[in-house]
Antibody, heavy 121, light 113 residues
Framework: EVRLVESGGGLVQPGGSLRLSCAAS????????MSWVRQAPGKGLEWVGN????????YYVDSVKGRFTISRDNAKNSLYLQVNSLRVEDTAIYYCTRDLFASSNTVVDNWGQGTLVTVSS | DVVMTQSSDSLAVSLGERATISCKSSQNLLYSSNNRNYLAWYQQKPGQSPKLLIY???TRESGVPDRFSGSGSGTDFTLTISSLQAEDVALYYC?????????FGGGTRVEIK
């Protein structure tokens, strides 16, 4: 069974930073592209970015470029999202997700339960 | 970025009746070289993470009941629930993956009439 467990969310002031982590199990982590998708409270879904199976390619939505960094450690079956210079509008549940296809064309076939990031003074 | 529009924020359907959810994209999602539409549908039940229902506009994900079907091509797509069940009450999102960034529609809430 595929399992994705996020951690690291919390309350942070505008301009602050967090590192979100995702522990993956139940599949060969190193074979899959992985993404982060977020959902503001009561709102829709927004893809944040993804990373190739070997970490050699990364893509981001424009609104987070230069502030967020996706990384992975295939030896630890872990995915990370470093979020810097946080803004109030970054408040959301952040989902760790597995991509269905081995390409940058993202379709998510598995989702974690999410971790809530709240940006507020 | 490709804009995905779901025209209905919500719809109410009687149990056992058909539910039809529409989605339009601002750009063509049909890739001519493989004749595939880069369109997926997700279901999000209250308090849960989303779940993949359909990709390539009409391919059901493993384990998805066959009352769910997807259709359409180019810029106009439809998710149909042929006979609504109580457990189908949820938000439904379309998503394009033709170009980066992948983008989602605003969601359509399906309720029981």
């Amino acid at each position: 069974e595929v399992r994705l467990v996020e951690s690291g969310g919390g309350l942070v002031q505008p301009g602050g930073s967090l590192r979100l982590s995702c522990a993956a199990s139940g599949f060969t982590f190193s074979s899959y592209w992985m993404s982060w998708v977020r959902q503001a409270p009561g709102k829709g879904l927004e893809w944040v970015g993804n990373i190739k199976s070997d970490g050699s390619e990364k893509y981001y939505v424009d609104s987070v470029k230069g502030r967020f960094t996706i990384s992975r450690d295939n030896a630890k079956n872990s995915l990370y999202l470093q979020v810097n210079s946080l803004r109030v509008e970054d408040t959301a549940i952040y989902y760790c997700t597995r991509d269905l296809f081995a390409s940058s064309n993202t379709v998510v076939d598995n989702w974690g339960q999410g971790t809530l990031v709240t940006v507020s003074s | 970025d490709v804009v995905m529009t779901q025209s209905s924020d919500s719809l109410a359907v009687s149990l056992g009746e058909r539910a039809t959810i529409s989605c339009k994209s601002s750009q063509n999602l049909l890739y001519s070289s493989n004749n595939r539409n880069y369109l997926a549908w997700y279901q999000q039940k209250p308090g849960q993470s989303p779940k993949l229902l359909i990709y390539w506009a009409s391919t059901r994900e493993s384990g998805v009941p066959d009352r769910f079907s997807g259709s359409g091509s180019g810029t106009d797509f439809t998710l149909t629930i042929s006979s609504l069940q109580a457990e189908d009450v949820a938000l439904y999102y379309c998503q394009q993956y033709y170009s980066t960034p992948p983008t989602f529609g605003g969601g359509t809430r399906v309720e029981i009439k």
